[in-house]
Structure formats: C-alpha cells, structure tokens
C-alpha cells in the first residue's frame, strides 16, 4: 500500500505586502517547533513576495510556490510569470487551473496542460485544481465536470513526484460551506479511479488535496477521509494563527 505524506498548502491570492512576510516568519519558528511531523506545508503568496519568502524559509520546513506560470519559458508576454522565473526565485511549487484563473481569464483544460508541462520541465511540482460549480453540482453533472477537467489538464507526462490534484468545489471556496465528508470521499474516491486510468500505478503515489473553507475547525475531520492526502487552504493561510492551527490538527 502507497503512503503518502500529507500537504498543507496555502493560497494567499491577491493578498500580502511586505510586512506581511512576518506571517511567514511565524510559520517557519512554529514548524521548527513540531517534531516528527507527518505533513509537509507550503504557502503560494504573490509572485512579488516569492523571492523573499522562499528567502525567509529557506532553512525550514517551509516550502514557497507560485499561484500561476506562463507556459512559455520566456517572451513577449507582458504581465506574466514563467515556470523557470519562479524555480528561480526559490519557488518548490505552482498551482495551476484554479477556478478563479478559470473564471476570471478564461482559462481552458489545454492551457492548463500547457502549463503543467512548463512547471515539470523548470522542476516545479504543478498543483493542478479541479471543481465544479453550484449549478453544476445541481444537475448532477459534478463527476463528468471534473473527470473532464482532469483529462484535459493532465499532461502525459505527468508523475506522482511533479503533480499534485487539489479538488476545489467552487460553490465552497470563500462561502463558509463545505459538503459532507460522504460528498468529499466520493469525490476523492472518483479522482483517484480516474487517475489510475490515466497513469496507472503510477497514480497510487499522486496526491489529492481538498480545498474549499478549510478552517481549524474541520481541518482534522476532512483530513481523515480516505483519498483526501491534505488541503489546499485560502483565508486561514494568511495569518499563522490560523495556519499553524491546521497544521497542528493533523499532529497525529
């Protein structure tokens, strides 16, 4: 049986200044302080913060990516951040196809594939989300949405040591609600037979986060449903308090 080490991520999005960076200083002092922790943690601040924050983590258990990469290695592409610019500046990972880079830029499955393929070949892990939408969800179309998005946006040459799925239901994130713990495994339970069927054995060592209003409050209760391998965590990663409170739920 694969076992794999559970990953708390946080997603700042548009959010952090500079003196925010004392966030991540906190967070790096309090992981010292675990011994023989199971989980591995990660925060995706701005692309302006990520030089400095992967500066201030360096010696820690702390590990910095990106939330987003061009996929080109570089060009004319006014505004955006390549995978390489981001391995540079000290990044580990980038997360990729979120719902509000779906949403918000137009986003397709193939551009995230592209991209995909572009963080593998600069030596980025891509966490690569999924989700549906509350309408979605409604008819009854979850699975096929997120089977769909899954085929599109896996790159062939994905492998457990360079991807990541982080399950995302859109009418969850940033709205207090969570579905059941019976919806999450299903879900999961879902995402990890359609992975087999894309990379074979290869799949068991692939993890699969949830994200979607993960608090300290519900953090140890999804956490312990099968299939679910950590979270992918927005609003409680800004502040270390909050964070650390996760992360010290699955002290196990």
Known sequence: ?????????????????????????GMCARLATLKNSPVETLICPPALL????AGLA?????????????????????????????????ASHVILGHSE????????????????????????????????????????REYAVVGAQLAGSLSQASQAGDTIIAYEPVWAIGTGLTPSLEDVAQMHNFIRNELARAMGEES?????????????????SLMSVANVDGALV???????????????????
Request: with cysteine.
């Open 234 to 252: 927005g609003g409680a990663s800004l502040k270390c308090d909050d964070f650390m409170a996760i992360v010290e739920a699955l002290k196990l």
């Open 204 to 220: 068991q060592g692939v993890r699969i986060l949830y994200g979607g209003s993960v608090k300290p409050g519900n953090a140890e």
């Open 58 to 90: 360096s010696l820690s258990k702390l590990q910095i990516g990106g939330q987003d990469c061009h996929m080109q290695v570089k060009g004319a592409h006014t505004g955006d951040v390549s995978a390489a610019m981001l391995k540079d500046a000290g």
């Open 101 to 140: 880079r779906r949403a918000d830029h137009g986003e397709t499955d193939a551009m995230v594939c592209a991209k995909a393929k572009a963080a593998k070949a600069a030596g980025l892990t891509a966490i690569i989300c999924v989700g549906e939408t509350q309408n979605e969800r409604a008819q009854g």
């Open 50 to 53: 990520v030089a400095e924050a």
């Open 1 to 25: 049986m694969t076992t794999r080490t559970k990953l708390i991520a946080g997603n700042w999005k548009m959010n952090g200044l500079k003196a925010d960076l004392a966030e991540i200083s």
